[in-house]
């Protein structure tokens, strides 16, 4: 079992950049795929990015891609995921998740069904 908590939202400027962490407890942090994704008021919750158990390969949504940088540090049990050029539309909750042995692409997939979540840190970006 893992549990999850989401670090590093708040207000930035369109333009601007933010780092989110998502810090994971349990001595089998390396062996869960771990998850990005996002619900913004009055929408279904969205895949973000995610990287993969074992290879550390990722996946990107397209609205995100060459903007948002998914990476993890399994000594720190933490994911990261970097945030530049933010738009207003990337104004969400944003929530990581993690499911055992499972691949970025499997993330991507599987979206709402991953086993674990965090309880998830607001990003705001202004206009």
């Known amino acids: 079992q893992v549990q999850l908590v989401e670090s590093g939202g708040g207000l930035v400027q369109a333009g601007g950049s933010l780092i989110l962490s998502c810090a994971a407890s349990?001595?089998?942090?390396?062996?869960?795929?771990i998850g990005w994704f996002r619900q913004a008021p009055g929408k279904e919750r969205e895949f973000v990015a995610a990287v993969s158990w074992r290879d550390r390969s990722t996946s990107y949504a397209d609205s995100v891609k060459g903007r948002f940088t998914i990476s993890r540090d399994n000594a720190k049990n933490t994911v990261y995921l970097q945030m530049s050029s933010l738009k207003p539309e990337d104004t969400a909750v944003y929530y990581c998740?993690?499911?055992?042995?499972?691949?970025?692409?499997?993330?991507?997939?599987?979206?709402?069904?991953?086993?674990?979540w965090g309880q998830g840190t607001q990003v705001t970006v202004s206009s």
């Open positions: 349990g001595r089998t942090f390396s062996s869960y795929g």
């Open positions: 998740a993690a499911n055992p042995r499972t691949t970025a692409r499997g993330l991507s997939v599987m979206g709402i069904q991953a086993d674990y």
